[in-house]
């Protein structure tokens, strides 16, 4: 069974993008980061790409191609901060689905190095 089954599928991919994107909207650091005036469009992203790399639908890749996470993220200011806002957003989303400890080890794990690795600007000392 693929990681995409043991989490719940699309539902949980839905509400767990869903109630990310409800911290991100408030959040004044990242909100300008998404420049289109709905949310919705980036949260269908999220949650494809999501349901793609854990073994879902290949949705994604169909319609976007290659992730080129790095890439399409280049234009934005990624400091820590936001990084830490990211995680502190999609903790509280991950917090929610009530998940098997062992399942949320390996989605944390991932999701933090994911965040990490979009960090672009480090702010001089």
Do not use: C
Not at 46 to 53: G, N
Not at 79 to 108: C, G, Q, S, T, Y
């Amino acid at each position: 069974m693929s990681p995409y089954e043991r989490f719940g599928g699309h539902e949980f991919f839905t509400a767990l993008v869903h109630d990310f994107y409800a911290g991100v909207a408030a959040d004044e650091v990242l909100r300008p980061m998404y420049p289109e005036a709905d949310l919705g469009p980036a949260e269908e992203r999220l949650r494809m790409f999501l349901e793609q790399y854990w073994g879902g639908p290949t949705t994604y890749s169909d319609e976007r191609g290659h992730p080129r996470l790095r890439m399409r993220h280049a234009p934005y200011v990624i400091d820590p901060d936001a990084r830490d806002r990211w995680l502190a957003h999609m903790r509280a989303a991950v917090d929610a689905r009530k998940m098997d400890p062992v399942d949320e080890a390996e989605l944390w794990s991932y999701l933090s190095s994911a965040a990490q690795a979009m960090i672009n600007h480090l702010p001089s000392t």
